[in-house]
T-cell receptor, first 116, second 115 residues
Framework: AQSVTQLGSHVSVSEGALVLLRCNYS??????LFWYVQYPNQGLQLLLK??????LVKGINGFEAEFKKSETSFHLTKPSAHMSDAAEYFC??????????????FGTGTRLTIIP | DAMVIQNPRYQVTQFGKPVTLSCSQT?????MYWYQQKSSQAPKLLFH???????NEADTPDNFQSRRPNTSFCFLDIRSPGLGDAAMYLC??????????????FGPGTRLTVL
């Protein structure tokens, strides 16, 4: 079984400050990890994904995440927050459990608010 | 631009009145998914199609059905909507080469209100 825990359902940061959104996973098989962003009244958009290559993954809009197996973490960071970063962020995990059961399991999301 | 389109964006129905939500894609992806997302919750997978092969999640109520008449289109039918079915319904697609590493591409969603 696979699961994702996102610590902090709401995070507020000042414009220009560091953004850190936390994600811890649990998986019985090698995990593949994703961060998606959802803007109000829109679908989800992929920010970045880890698929067992480099542990530091760079994504769109200046975001990056580091896969740390020893900590079972995949935290999302951005050095300097912008007002346009305000959105809901979802961490997700998948992996080959068995054929036909490779679904994506999402965390409950973190709502990011940017303070002017 | 290649994309995932959902119609309508907002749907209002009455308790017990059947409703159909539509999804189309120009990505030519083999896999199409339907998710239910309630307020402040994670998207929950209802079912997916791998080409014409339908895969239902074990906990998806029988009230929810789906059809995929061709590669481009997929429909979600709710036979007798209850108040608890009010949610955002998200359609997504992916290439099926190695499904567990594939990026899923989401449509904008249909927000369903049940009166």
């Amino acid at each position: 079984a696979q699961s994702v825990t996102q610590l902090g359902s709401h995070v507020s940061v000042s414009e220009g400050a560091l953004v850190l959104l936390r994600c811890n996973y649990s998986s019985s098989v090698p995990p593949y990890l994703f961060w998606y962003v959802q803007y109000p009244n829109q679908g989800l958009q992929l920010l970045l994904k880890y698929t067992s290559a480099a542990t530091l993954v760079k994504g769109i809009n200046g975001f990056e995440a580091e896969f740390k197996k020893s900590e079972t973490s995949f935290h999302l960071t951005k050095p300097s927050a912008h007002m346009s970063d305000a959105a809901e962020y979802f961490c997700a995990v998948s992996g080959y459990v068995n054929f036909g059961n490779e679904k994506l399991t999402f965390g409950t999301g973190t709502r990011l608010t940017i303070i002017p | 631009d290649a994309m995932v389109i959902q119609n309508p964006r907002y749907q209002v129905t009455q308790f017990g009145k059947p409703v159909t939500l539509s999804c189309s894609q120009t990505l030519n992806h083999n896999v199409m998914y339907w998710y239910q997302q309630k307020s402040s919750q994670a998207p929950k997978l209802l079912f997916h199609y791998y080409d014409k092969d339908f895969n239902n999640e074990a906990d998806t109520p029988d009230n929810f059905q789906s059809r995929r008449p061709n590669t481009s289109f997929c429909f979600l039918d709710i036979r007798s909507p209850g108040l608890g079915d009010a949610a955002m319904y998200l359609c997504a697609t992916s290439i099926s080469v190695r499904r567990y590493t594939d990026t899923q591409y989401f449509g904008p969603g249909t927000r369903l209100t049940v009166l």
